[in-house]
């Protein structure tokens, strides 16, 4: 597979998981350097109707920790095209759980032209923020 020179990906990590963290070391195997966005607060209400149980602060300050990880962002836009006029990089990383969803696809309309990839990680199958939820024995009661 291509090595990229930065690489960037964007989440929430509310309830950080195995599946995160799999991601994200995927993704650094494929790049020198690796940024990670974190959602803000405020952008999670925004499309997730929802604020996260752990603050963005604290969610970022976590990130930042993990080996993976080169430099942490809080993110305040969804729109890819945005982050990459401020980090120009080659290559987007997300769960291939979004290949074939609307938005990415747009997304790989909208980085084509710019020169970066987006790049479909393996998805760690049968654990989700959503999944850790709602499962009975690990509910959070909102």
Same mark, same amino acid.
């Given at each position: 597979?291509?090595?990229?020179?930065?690489?960037?990906?964007?989440?929430?990590?509310?309830?950080?998981?195995?599946?995160?963290?799999?991601?994200?070391?995927?993704?650094?195997?494929?790049?020198?350097?690796?940024?990670?966005?974190?959602?803000?607060?405020?952008?999670?209400?925004?499309?997730?109707?929802?604020?996260?149980?752990?603050?963005?602060?604290?969610?970022?300050?976590?990130?930042?920790?993990?080996?993976?990880?080169?430099?942490?962002?809080?993110?305040?836009?969804?729109?890819?095209? #945005? #982050?990459?006029?401020?980090?120009?990089?080659?290559?987007?990383?997300?769960?291939?759980?979004?290949?074939?969803?609307?938005?990415?696809?747009?997304? +790989?309309?909208?980085?084509?032209?710019?020169?970066?990839?987006?790049?479909?990680?393996?998805?760690?199958?049968?654990?989700?923020?959503?999944?850790?939820?709602?499962? +009975?024995?690990?509910?959070? +009661? +909102?």
């Amino acid at each position: 597979m291509k090595k990229y020179k930065l690489g960037y990906t964007q989440g929430t990590y509310d309830m950080f998981h195995i599946g995160h963290l799999n991601l994200l070391r995927h993704a650094k195997e494929l790049c020198e350097k690796l940024i990670v966005g974190v959602n803000a607060d405020s952008l999670v209400f925004q499309y997730k109707n929802k604020i996260p149980v752990v603050p963005e602060k604290d969610r970022a300050e976590i990130i930042k920790e993990l080996r993976c990880v080169d430099e942490v962002r809080i993110c305040d836009t969804l729109k890819k095209t #945005v #982050v990459w006029n401020d980090l120009h990089f080659d290559a987007i990383f997300i769960g291939d759980d979004w290949k074939g969803n609307d938005r990415w696809l747009q997304t +790989e309309k909208d980085l084509a032209p710019l020169g970066a990839d987006v790049v479909y990680l393996k998805h760690t199958e049968g654990v989700s923020s959503t999944l850790l939820r709602t499962k +009975e024995t690990h509910k959070v +009661e +909102e």
